[in-house]
C-alpha cells in the first residue's frame, strides 16, 4: 500500500504565492507518475500539473504561473504556485500511480481571496 500526504495549502491574497508539497510512503516499488488535480465547490475535479519521467503536463489555466517538479528520491511532488487569481481557490489533490493503481491524498485547500 502507498499513502499519499500533501501539505501546503492555506489562505493567500490575489497575486501571492503557494509551494504545495506531496510524499509518498509506504510499499514503495516505483512511481512512475506524479500530480495535482483540484476540485472547487460545485466543479468537478480537474488536472492541474502532473509529471512523469520528467515530462510535464499543465492545464491551460495555470500554464506560466504553476510549476510542478519532483525528487524522485523522496518520492516527493511539489507544486510551485504563482500569480495566485481566486479562481484558484479549491482543494488540490495529490496523486501517485505504482504500476496500475493510482494513489490519492486527503487534499489540501487553497484559498485565494484578499
Known amino acids: 500500500q502507498v499513502q499519499v500526504v500533501e501539505s501546503g495549502g492555506g489562505l493567500v491574497q490575489p497575486g501571492g504565492s503557494l509551494r504545495l508539497s506531496c510524499g509518498a510512503s509506504?510499499?514503495?516499488?516505483?512511481?512512475?507518475?506524479m500530480g495535482w488535480y483540484r476540485q472547487a465547490p460545485g466543479k468537478q475535479r480537474e488536472l492541474v500539473a502532473a509529471?512523469?519521467?520528467?515530462?510535464?503536463t499543465y492545464a491551460d489555466s495555470v500554464k506560466g504561473r504553476f510549476t510542478i517538479s519532483r525528487d524522485n528520491d523522496k518520492n516527493t511532488v511539489y507544486l510551485q504556485m504563482s500569480s495566485l487569481k481566486p479562481e484558484d481557490t479549491a482543494v488540490y489533490y495529490c496523486?501517485?500511480?505504482?504500476?496500475?493503481?493510482?494513489?490519492w491524498g486527503q487534499g489540501t485547500q487553497v484559498t485565494v481571496s484578499s
Open positions: 509506504g510499499i514503495i516499488v516505483r512511481i512512475h507518475a
Open positions: 509529471i512523469s519521467s520528467g515530462t510535464t
Open positions: 496523486y501517485a500511480d505504482q504500476i496500475a493503481n493510482r494513489y
